[in-house]
């Protein structure tokens, strides 16, 4: 069976495809170029000479459309196809097949990377969440007195008046298997969100309607769309005004806090939010966390992108069209925490490995 080339003239100039013999009636858009001899080979190599760039440069010369391109079907005959001998043609069509195979391989094997880039990731998460990603070192103030600390100074704040008592601060969920995390180092525990923030530390956004927004404002809300998966997406903002800021008793959010998606798709986004200039607010859907002395901001982000702590995120959302994890839910789900000294080696090595892991990653684009 012989083929032909459909090359289009008018519209979008310079497509073409191989189609079989004789294929009929085609539309006045199209030329068909078809071999005198019926040799595929030659019309394989036309087909790609048809395709390089050089080839649409020449017929581009003869192109009179001005709104879109047209080429007249006499002016297709008029420019030259650079033809070697038909052995040197199927010598040819070979290297590009195998040029074209090539590709494809290097194509699937970047999805491939990218796969196992994306499972080395939660690879280290897994590790880093579990004790086994840095050295233990014997020295480190333990966990539990950590907790114990941070315990104290939540009551010096309810004594101050600061902060009120949550009477359900101290109810951890369980997973299905009435287990937290298992063999972890001696020194770490078990603790939730609730336990070691209180209302100044962590919070939701604040309730802006569109009827609130002002182009011309100064203040800037952070949008949900730009919380990516442990990376900041800048997706522009929108704006209210400072009266409207003071009139809805907004909250300013400021660089470096843990931004957190409570709306769930596949997964929970969180990321630090990064040095942006002026005053700062976000969306009632978006749970912010504080820097604090008690705890490595980072660390808590990487607890909470880790797997382990995304499956109970899924657990305990709620939804049908849209999941969404309440924060009285987010704060209460458990993940394990080092002692402070070792969360920030483990933030120092995690940044290190994603940064080589990021690198690699983006080469494959």
């Known amino acids: 069976m012989y083929n032909d080339i459909v090359y289009c ?43 390089t760039e050089l080839s649409k440069d020449e017929i581009g010369k003869y192109d009179s459309g001005s709104a879109q391109p047209n080429l007249a079907a006499k002016d297709f005959l008029k420019f030259f196809i650079p033809l070697p001998p038909l052995s040197e043609m199927g010598e040819i069509l070979n290297r590009i097949d195998d040029t074209l195979n090539l590709i494809d391989s ?4 970047k999805d491939e990377a990218k796969e196992l880039i994306s499972v080395l990731k939660t ?38 008046g600061k902060i009120k008592r949550d009477k359900k601060e101290s109810i951890i969920f ?33 309730w802006i309607l569109s009827e609130n927004m002002d182009s011309n404002g100064t203040v800037k809300l952070i949008q949900l769309g730009s919380i990516g998966y442990m990376n900041y997406i800048n997706k522009g903002f929108k704006f209210i005004t400072d009266d409207t800021f003071a009139d809805l008793s907004c909250t300013q959010i400021y660089p470096s806090y843990l931004l957190i998606n409570r709306i769930i798709n596949d997964r929970m986004c969180l990321c630090i939010l990064p040095n942006i200039d002026g005053k700062l607010i976000t969306t009632v859907d978006t749970c912010w966390i504080a820097p604090n002395s008690n705890y490595d901001i980072k660390y ?50 995690v940044d290190t490995l994603l940064k080589i892991i990021n690198a690699i990653e983006k080469s494959l684009n």
């Open 174 to 206: 369980k997973g299905d298997d009435n287990s937290y995390y298992e063999n972890l180092p001696e020194n770490w525990c078990v603790s939730c969100l609730a336990e070691i923030t209180h209302s100044s530390l962590l919070n939701d956004g604040d």
């Open 123 to 160: 690879k280290i998460l897994d590790l880093a969440i579990r004790g086994k990603l840095v050295p233990q070192n014997p020295d480190d103030e333990p966990a539990s007195v950590l907790l114990e600390r941070i315990r104290a100074e939540k009551e010096e704040l309810i004594k101050q």
């Open 300 to 349: 808590l982000m990487y607890v909470m992108a880790s797997p382990q702590f995304q499956t109970l995120v899924i657990q305990y959302s709620t939804g049908v069209t849209r999941k969404r994890i309440s924060k009285n839910n987010l704060i209460k789900l458990p993940f394990p925490l080092p002692p402070l000294t070792e969360q920030k080696r483990i933030v120092e090595q």
């Open 9 to 51: 003239i008018r519209g979008s100039l310079g497509k073409c495809g191989i189609y079989p013999y004789n294929i009929g009636a085609i539309a006045s858009s199209l030329v068909i170029v078809r071999s005198i001899l019926q040799e595929d080979t030659i019309i394989k190599y036309i087909y790609h000479y048809l395709c």
């Open 106 to 109: 290097i194509e699937k094997n």
